[in-house]
């Protein structure tokens, strides 16, 4: 009986090496592909769907720049972006390596197969608890990723792309979230579209997309564009 334990036990371990392995490296490709992008400047458009705040559409510009330098300038109007580890960009998502991943199946998504890497951050204080990357393994492209945080709820991101797409950059990002969790940053003043008390309206669903129109790719990023 004994024997038998050890070697299904074995078995397992086996099993979850090999497929931390296979995750570890399908990552690795992935991040060489979104490696070959030092920096961006990208232009587009931004629409808040949220149903208790009036946030008009409008233009933005986003700067990018290599490890995780990140920032997107809007126009007008306010930016409902959840904090928390989140981000647009799966450049800064992939931009530390103090993780574990495995492999947790296959789906499909938009007539793509994709292959699902589930990561848990090394450090214990992160607010990330873990992300699942759908991965279109073909193309070694990022479809959507789900992120659940301490703080702030689980998000889901979905990557649509198209003639950046060698590079690894979506043409369009639609970011989702819970309004429940989601905490309005100290100091921000929103003007609520509705009567009803904003506590109770927050148990909303958001939604937050982005279209890029173009991008400026490996030209330079000076670092007070961070600011």
């Given at each position: 009986?004994?024997?038998?334990?050890?070697?299904?036990?074995?078995?397992?371990?086996?099993?979850?090496?090999?497929?931390?392995?296979?995750?570890?490296?399908?990552?690795?490709?992935?991040?060489?592909?979104?490696?070959?992008?030092?920096?961006?400047?990208?232009?587009?458009?931004?629409?808040?769907?949220?149903?208790?705040?009036?946030?008009?559409?409008?233009?933005?510009?986003?700067?990018?720049?290599?490890?995780?330098?990140?920032?997107?300038?809007?126009?007008?109007?306010?930016?409902?972006?959840?904090?928390?580890?989140?981000?647009?960009?799966?450049?800064?998502?992939?931009?530390?390596?103090?993780?574990?991943?495995?492999?947790?199946?296959?789906?499909?998504?938009?007539?793509?197969?994709?292959?699902?890497?589930?990561?848990?951050?090394?450090?214990?204080?992160?607010?990330?608890?873990?992300?699942?990357?759908?991965?279109?393994?073909?193309?070694?492209?990022?479809?959507?990723?789900?992120?659940?945080?301490?703080?702030?709820?689980?998000?889901?991101?979905?990557?649509?792309?198209?003639?950046?797409?060698?590079?690894?950059?979506?043409?369009?990002?639609?970011?989702?979230?819970?309004?429940?969790?989601?905490?309005?940053?100290?100091?921000?003043?929103?003007?609520?579209?509705?009567?009803?008390?904003?506590?109770?309206m927050k148990n909303k669903k958001g939604k937050v997309e982005i279209?890029?129109?173009?991008?400026?790719?490996?030209?330079?990023?000076?670092?007070?564009?961070?600011?």
């Open positions: 009986m004994k024997k038998s334990i050890i070697i299904i036990a074995a078995c397992v371990l086996y099993q979850l090496t090999a497929s931390a392995q296979d995750a570890n490296a399908l990552i690795k490709r992935v991040k060489a592909k979104l490696d070959k992008v030092n920096d961006y400047v990208a232009e587009g458009s931004m629409k808040t769907d949220v149903v208790f705040i009036k946030a008009p559409a409008g233009k933005i510009k986003v700067y990018y720049k290599r490890p995780d330098k990140f920032k997107i300038k809007r126009d007008r109007g306010i930016s409902i972006l959840p904090k928390g580890g989140i981000s647009f960009n799966n450049s800064s998502l992939l931009s530390t390596s103090n993780f574990t991943a495995i492999l947790a199946g296959e789906s499909i998504i938009d007539g793509t197969k994709v292959k699902l890497v589930k990561m848990l951050p090394g450090d214990e204080n992160s607010d990330v608890v873990l992300t699942t990357l759908f991965i279109d393994e073909a193309n070694l492209l990022i479809r959507k990723t789900n992120t659940t945080t301490r703080e702030n709820g689980t998000f889901e991101m979905e990557m649509k792309y198209g003639k950046y797409a060698e590079f690894g950059l979506p043409d369009k990002v639609i970011f989702a979230f819970n309004t429940k969790n989601y905490k309005i940053p100290k100091g921000v003043t929103m003007e609520f579209d509705t009567d009803e008390p904003a506590k109770t279209n890029y129109s173009s991008y400026t790719i490996n030209k330079g990023v000076a670092n007070s564009e961070f600011n």
